[in-house]
T-cell receptor, first 113, second 111 residues
């Protein structure tokens, strides 16, 4: 069965520092992978996605993620964090049918001014 | 831009009441989903629908039902609300690409 783990429940970084959020997945074939962001009190917004091809994908708001098949990972990165990046981040993997997506438990990001 | 709207941002209901949560999308998407989101548990799929009048149970369907009479509208029904259904409810839609578009959510409190 597909599953997604995000080892870090909560991360705090200083504004301007780099960021890496970890994501590991379990899936038998080449997965469809996603990162979503949820600002407080809001729905989820897609940051980026990986379907195939180049393993380094660029997303919105200056985020990027790298797919590493050997490590079953899809970590999210940003070189310089802004205070507005404080939010909940969800990694997700596309499941086998009907566009179902399995979400990880989320990582809460706090940004110190 | 895809727009998914939910009928209420905040809702307070009493135990035993029948509750309707409405979701509408404007991009002609085939697939629609209802999730609940609780701290530490992430998003859990309640029901989804891949076509009008079609529905499939997700991971936690107990205590819920759904209705999809029109392609753009997907309703979640709590037949008899209970306090353990206090949660954030998120609706999403997609069109055969796994990429889901979410509404703003409804925060339901059952007292």
């Amino acid at each position: 069965a597909q599953s997604v783990t995000q080892p870090d429940i909560h991360i705090t970084v200083s504004e301007g520092a780099s960021l890496e959020l970890r994501c590991n997945y379990s899936y038998g074939a080449t997965p469809y992978l996603f990162w979503y962001v949820q600002s407080p009190g809001q729905g989820l917004q897609l940051l980026l996605k990986y379907f195939s091809g180049d393993t380094l994908v660029q997303g919105i708001k200056g985020f990027e993620a790298e797919f590493k098949r050997s490590q079953s990972s899809f970590n999210l990165r940003k070189p310089s964090v802004h205070w507005s990046d404080a939010a909940e981040y969800f990694c997700a993997v596309g499941a086998t049918s009907y566009d179902k997506v399995i979400f990880g438990p989320g990582t809460s990001l706090s940004v110190i001014p | 831009d895809v727009k998914v709207t939910q009928s209420s941002r905040y809702l307070v209901k009493r135990t035993g009441e029948k509750v309707f949560l409405e979701c509408v999308q404007d991009m002609d998407h085939e697939n629609m989903f209802w999730y609940r989101q609780d701290p530490g548990l992430g998003l859990r799929l309640i029901y989804f629908s891949y076509d009008v009048k079609m529905k499939e149970k997700g991971d936690i369907p107990e205590g819920y039902s759904v209705s999809r009479e029109k392609k753009e509208r997907f309703s979640l029904i709590l037949e008899s609300a209970s306090t353990n259904q206090t949660s954030m409810y998120l609706c999403a839609s997609s069109s055969d690409t796994y990429e889901q578009y979410f509404g703003p959510g409804t925060r339901l409190t059952v007292t």
